[in-house]
């Protein structure tokens, strides 16, 4: 191992032990450092022994999670531990807010953000994926998803300095609150939380709530002291962070999908050299076609749980209060049309109805 590539080695796994104690500006900070580092040369670490972090913000038993969780297995096994991949699960490291940052500065070299995190970078075509009722089902998505499109919405990511490796469902999503939000009218006043998202921001207020951002991390604490009334995720995410424990009502809306895509640093990616890179992209696709097989299963599984854990009322929608739903939603895709242009919308929309 060069001199050069060792301590870079070094400081990572250093970095990938203290980085939870350091503050999130000082661990900034400390990855523009290596990100400089990672720059040297194209396939200047091939060979080396690498840690890569892994960060992400919701429960290793979630379907991002397990993914992640299995490709961290599969890295491991394929290179007898030489390259570790250290995940980072529940924000531990980073949050919403401000993992995007890391990875471009070089202070993680791979996430797994909500598609819905890409419109405030500069990609405000991957908001077409927070459109309520867009898609009808999961195979519509993986339409779009695993074919020519989706490869191209990654590709694009390389202008922001990101590698798009592929993306990861977890499913659809759910309204909830402490009371069933089954139609317009039950919406009328409530504070929502939503992500950093345009889309869903102006979904909530066609519905006639007010949206509030907040972090993933913060929502649970939020929706408990009353900072917001409700929320929408899907199954596996409610269950996971015990959203159950301070709503009482989940009401089965099914009203859009929620999913992620794999991005790496750049400079991380290239310096990693041409057998590793088909290495971990390999186990990476591997890990991606596994967890989207089971991500149904999970939210599934979570449901069983919710119900058995009996605490919460689950609802369902009256056909006419789903097409009540359906038809509020209506405005919020003319106005993403106007934003991103219509192309993009039809485009997404040839791709699952001419499969
Ligand atoms: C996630 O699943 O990564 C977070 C979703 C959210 O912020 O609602």
């Known amino acids: 191992m060069g001199v050069r590539s060792e301590q870079v080695s070094r400081s990572i796994a250093t970095m990938a032990h203290t980085a939870p104690l350091q503050s ?9 450092g290596v990100a ?10 091939a060979g080396e022994a690498l840690t890569i972090r892994f960060s992400h913000v919701v429960a290793p038993d979630t379907p991002k999670g397990l993914a992640v969780e299995r490709f961290r297995q599969l890295v491991q096994q394929r290179t007898g531990g030489r390259i570790q991949v250290a995940v980072y699960p529940d924000g531990q490291l980073y949050g919403d807010h401000d993992e995007m940052q890391a990875l471009q500065l070089g202070a993680v070299e791979m996430l797994a953000p909500s598609l819905s995190k890409f419109g405030r970078i500069g990609f405000p075509e991957f908001e077409l ?11 519509s998505v993986q339409q779009v998803t695993q074919g020519p499109l989706g490869q191209r919405m990654l590709d694009r990511l390389a202008r922001q300095r990101l590698v798009g490796l592929g993306f990861m469902d ?8 402490n009371r069933p ?3 317009p009218a039950h919406f009328a006043g409530l504070r929502m939380r939503v992500q950093a998202s345009r889309v869903i921001a102006s979904h909530m ?18 929706l408990s002291t009353g900072v917001v009334d409700g929320t929408e995720n899907p199954i596996s995410n409610f269950w996971t962070q015990g959203m159950h424990q301070v709503q009482t009502d989940l009401s089965l809306t099914h009203h859009g999908y929620l999913g992620y895509a794999v991005v790496a640093n750049q400079r991380f990616w290239s310096g990693m050299g041409a057998a590793d890179r088909a290495l971990v992209g390999q186990a990476l ?3 991606l076609a596994h967890g989207n097989q089971i991500a149904q299963l999970e939210n599934d599984k979570a449901l069983a749980e919710l119900r058995s854990a009996g605490q919460t009322r689950i609802h369902g929608p009256s056909t006419r ?23 993009w919308l039809v485009d997404v929309r040839d791709a699952f109805t001419s499969a």
Not at 36 to 45: F, K, L, P, T
Not at 129 to 139: G, I, K, N, S, T
Not at 170 to 177: E, P, T
């Open 24 to 32: 999130p500006r000082r661990r900034l900070m400390v990855g523009c």
């Open 36 to 45: 400089a580092a990672w720059g040297a040369s194209a396939g200047a670490w």
């Open 129 to 139: 994926f927070d459109l309520p009722y867009f898609f009808p089902d999961m195979a």
């Open 170 to 177: 977890n499913g659809f999503k759910h309204m909830s609150a």
């Open 181 to 183: 939000l089954l139609e």
């Open 205 to 222: 207020r066609a519905l006639g709530a007010r949206p509030v951002t907040l972090s993933f991390s913060e929502t649970k604490r939020a």
């Open 285 to 287: 696709r591997e890990a």
């Open 321 to 343: 209060q789903a097409e009540q739903m359906r038809l509020a939603a209506e405005p919020v895709h003319a106005e993403l049309a106007k934003r991103i242009g219509a192309h």
